[in-house]
C-alpha cells in the first residue's frame, strides 16, 4: 500500500511533462543574419531577422530562437543544437557559408536532419562553389545564367495542401521576386508561392541575372514560376526556399510573414498550426533597428529600385 502514492506521483509527473513540455522539447530555431548590405529598406538581414525571431518567440509555440547578427558564425554547440538553420545575407560568392570552413560544419548538420531555411539573396550560391550542396540541402537554388532578379509584382492566387500554406491567403506582393530557379529532381518538391511573370520582366539584356534563352522561352509560354519552394530531402531533412525579402516593408504583410514562419517551423519539424503562425509587427517594429545607411526611406528606395546599384547585383 506504501508504493501507491509513489506510483500517482509518477503517473501525476508523467501527465503534467505531457501537458506542459519539458524546454528541452522545445525546437531550436537558429537565425544567422548577414551584414548591412544595399540601400537604406533592403536586405536588411539584421531587422528582418530581428522580426522573424520576435514573431517565433511571441507564438507561444514551442520553439526557441537564437539570432547571430552581422555575417557573424554561430558556435559549434550552437550548430549542433539547431533544428533548423534560417540564412539571411548576401549571396553569390558573399555567401557567408563560403568562409573558411563553414560549408562543412553545415553540412554535418544538415547529414543529422538539420532544417535549413533561405532567405532571398541567400538562396545565391556559385554553381561550382556550393551548387550542388544548396541542390541537396533545399531543393533548389539560384543559379547564375539560368535564374534571374526582377522587381515585380506576384499575384498568388492559391496554394498547395502543405503545411506552409497553412492560414494563407491570396495575395499580391511588388518584390524582386527571384525565379526560373534550378531545382533538384530527387526527393519531394512543393511549390509553395507560384505566379505567372509578366513579360517586362525580360526587359533586361541576357547576363547572370538579367536573362538568358531558356527564362525568356518560359516567360513567353507564361510557364508559373517558382518563388518559394519546401524540399523534404530522402534523407528526411527538410529545406525551404524564399526569393522574396528585399524590401524591409514587405515584413509588415501578414501573409509574407507567415509564409516564412511557417516554414521556419516545418524544416524545423515542429508542428505548423492549421492557421498558420500568428503574428503581429507594428509600424514602430517595422522601422526599429536599421542598418545604419543614410538618410533615404524605404518608400524612395521602392520607387526607384536604379537607386541600389546592388540589385543587380
Known sequence: MKSIPKKLTLLAALALSTLCPAEDAKKNILLLAGRPSHGPGAHEHNAGSLLLKKCLDESGLPVK????????????????????????????DKHLI??????????????????????????????????????????????????????????????????????????????????????????????????????????????????????????????????AWAFERPDGGRGFGFTGGHFHKNWGDDNQRKTVLNAILWTAKAAVPAEGVTSKVTPEELAANLDPKGKQSMLDHESNPAFCAACKH
Open 65 to 92: 530562437s537564437t539570432l547571430i547578427r552581422d555575417g557573424e558564425w554561430p558556435s559549434p554547440e550552437q550548430l549542433a543544437a539547431a533544428d533548423t538553420v534560417v540564412i539571411y545575407c548576401d549571396g553569390g
Open 98 to 227: 563560403l568562409k573558411d570552413d563553414r560549408m562543412q560544419q553545415l553540412a554535418k548538420e544538415m547529414k543529422r536532419g538539420c532544417g535549413l531555411v533561405c532567405l532571398h539573396y541567400a538562396v545565391e550560391i556559385p554553381k561550382d562553389k556550393g551548387g550542388a550542396e544548396l541542390l541537396g540541402w533545399m531543393g533548389g537554388y539560384f543559379e547564375t545564367h539560368w535564374s534571374v532578379n526582377p522587381h515585380w509584382t506576384a499575384d498568388f492566387k492559391s496554394f498547395p495542401a502543405h503545411p506552409i500554406s497553412n492560414g494563407l491567403k491570396p495575395y499580391a506582393m511588388l518584390d524582386e521576386w527571384y525565379f526560373h530557379m534550378r531545382f533538384t529532381e530527387e526527393g519531394k518538391l512543393t511549390h509553395v508561392l507560384s505566379a505567372t511573370a509578366p513579360e517586362d520582366t525580360m526587359s533586361r539584356g541576357d547576363g547572370p541575372h538579367s536573362g538568358n534563352p531558356h527564362v525568356r522561352k518560359a516567360v513567353a509560354e507564361g510557364l508559373p514560376q517558382t518563388v
